[in-house]
Structures are given as structure tokens and as C-alpha cells.
């Protein structure tokens, strides 16, 4: 039967060679050459579970075994090969993120609950762990970053977790739990992606006229 630290490794695994697949083909919509391509790559793939680890005070997953690092490495430079052929990258690279940030996710909010007792931390690592992999990517990319066009992103991330650790709190199995709440998180962002759904955006009343001489609050 799989344990929680071994269900951990799968969950970064998963989520490691996904991301790194998203980074190698901003990689290629910005043209690099295959060293590019192999570094978005291990850039996006390990970079969420990077800072989850130094968030929590534990050793970094890629620096324990060398296995996530070789998936990047091997995933940026079949990329480099392939991407040509991938039709429209960017829908590619949104269906892809879906699955890397359900994965991460739940990998982060079981990591901070194998490690500690406070149920919001383990959710607030699983939002840092599963959203952090995809902002990297498109800043270091200088893509629009993903948090900023109201996409059903980091609420998909803060329901996996929660759902996710609300049941490990009831003491439902540890995969039973995971597998609940990596669905919670895919879901709504695959629903999302597919119907472009859009959370709300906040919508600011006009001010008044700015009068210099009116020293008062010009604010509504």
C-alpha cells in the first residue's frame, strides 16, 4: 500500500515532468536554442517544489535524488525536437499547467501535513506549491503571468488543498483525500480553460473632479 511519503514523490514527480513540459514550450514560442529549452524547463519543473521546501525548512526534493532533475532535463530536450509540431502551444500549455497545478497542489498541502499540525498552513503551502512553478514560468518568460488575467488559478489551488486537508482532518484515507481534492483543484480549472470562465473582476467607482484647492478626501 502507498504511503504518504511515497505518494509525495509521485504527486512532485507528476507535477515536476508536467510544469517542465509548460516550460519548455514557452521556450519555444521565445525561440531559444536547447540549452533554453532544458532550462525553462528544470526552471518551471522543480522551482514550485523548490520553495515550498525552503518555506517548510526541509531539504529540497531535487537535491535528495537527482530523479525530478534528470525528468526536466530529459523533457526540455525532447521538447526541443517536438514543439514544432504542437499546433496551438499556448491551449497546450493551459491544459497541461491544469494537471501540473493539481498535482503540486496536493503534493504541497500533504508535505506540510506529514510536517506540521495547522491545517491553514498546509493549505497555504499547497496554494504556494501548486501555483509558484507557473508563475515562475511566465515571468522569467516575460509571458503575462497567469494570477493577472483573472483566471480560475490559485482559487482551483486554494480548493484542492482545502478539500484535501479538511478530509485528512476527518481521518479519511490519505489517498482518498488526495484523490478528492486533486479532482477539486483539476476540475474547475479544466471547466475554466474550456468555457473561459473568469472570476469577477473588482470595478473601482469614478472619483470626483480633482480640485487642488480642496484639500479634503477626493474619493467617493
Same mark, same amino acid.
Given at each position: 500500500?502507498?504511503?504518504?511519503?511515497?505518494?509525495?514523490?509521485?504527486?512532485?514527480?507528476?507535477?515536476?515532468?508536467?510544469?517542465?513540459?509548460?516550460?519548455?514550450?514557452?521556450?519555444?514560442?521565445?525561440?531559444?536554442?536547447?540549452?533554453?529549452?532544458?532550462?525553462?524547463?528544470?526552471?518551471?519543473?522543480?522551482?514550485?517544489?523548490?520553495?515550498?521546501?525552503?518555506?517548510?525548512?526541509?531539504?529540497? @526534493?531535487? %537535491?535528495? !535524488?537527482?530523479?525530478?532533475?534528470?525528468?526536466? /532535463?530529459?523533457?526540455? &530536450?525532447?521538447?526541443?525536437?517536438? +514543439?514544432?509540431?504542437?499546433?496551438?502551444?499556448?491551449?497546450?500549455?493551459?491544459?497541461?499547467?491544469?494537471?501540473?497545478?493539481?498535482?503540486?497542489?496536493?503534493?504541497?498541502?500533504?508535505?506540510?501535513?506529514?510536517?506540521?499540525?495547522?491545517?491553514?498552513?498546509?493549505?497555504?503551502?499547497?496554494?504556494?506549491?501548486?501555483?509558484?512553478?507557473?508563475?515562475?514560468?511566465?515571468?522569467?518568460?516575460?509571458?503575462?503571468?497567469?494570477?493577472?488575467?483573472?483566471?480560475?488559478?490559485?482559487?482551483?489551488?486554494?480548493?484542492?488543498?482545502?478539500?484535501?486537508?479538511?478530509?485528512?482532518? @476527518?481521518? %479519511?484515507? !490519505?489517498?482518498?483525500?488526495?484523490?478528492?481534492? /486533486?479532482?477539486?483543484? &483539476?476540475?474547475?480549472?479544466?471547466? +475554466?480553460?474550456?468555457?473561459?470562465?473568469?472570476?469577477?473582476?473588482?470595478?473601482?467607482?469614478?472619483?470626483?473632479?480633482?480640485?487642488?484647492?480642496?484639500?479634503?478626501?477626493?474619493?467617493?
Amino acid at each position: 500500500m502507498m504511503t504518504a511519503v511515497d505518494l509525495i514523490w509521485v504527486a512532485d514527480l507528476a507535477a515536476t515532468g508536467i510544469f517542465a513540459v509548460t516550460g519548455a514550450l514557452v521556450a519555444s514560442r521565445k525561440r531559444m536554442d536547447i540549452f533554453g529549452f532544458v532550462w525553462f524547463a528544470a526552471l518551471t519543473g522543480v522551482g514550485g517544489g523548490t520553495l515550498r521546501d525552503l518555506c517548510l525548512g526541509v531539504p529540497v @526534493f531535487w %537535491v535528495e !535524488t537527482p530523479l525530478p532533475l534528470m525528468v526536466c /532535463f530529459a523533457v526540455g &530536450l525532447i521538447m526541443h525536437f517536438v +514543439a514544432q509540431w504542437i499546433g496551438s502551444r499556448q491551449r497546450v500549455i493551459l491544459w497541461f499547467d491544469a494537471y501540473g497545478l493539481a498535482f503540486a497542489t496536493i503534493a504541497g498541502a500533504l508535505k506540510a501535513t506529514s510536517l506540521q499540525d495547522f491545517a491553514l498552513i498546509s493549505v497555504v503551502m499547497g496554494i504556494f506549491s501548486g501555483s509558484a512553478g507557473g508563475i515562475i514560468r511566465d515571468v522569467i518568460g516575460q509571458e503575462t503571468s497567469i494570477i493577472l488575467r483573472r483566471e480560475v488559478y490559485v482559487s482551483a489551488a486554494a480548493l484542492g488543498a482545502t478539500v484535501f486537508v479538511v478530509l485528512h482532518n @476527518f481521518d %479519511v484515507a !490519505t489517498m482518498t483525500a488526495a484523490a478528492f481534492g /486533486f479532482l477539486s483543484c &483539476l476540475l474547475p480549472r479544466i471547466l +475554466a480553460i474550456h468555457f473561459a470562465i473568469q472570476l469577477p473582476a473588482y470595478r473601482p467607482r469614478a472619483g470626483r473632479e480633482f480640485d487642488p484647492h480642496n484639500n479634503s478626501d477626493q474619493s467617493e
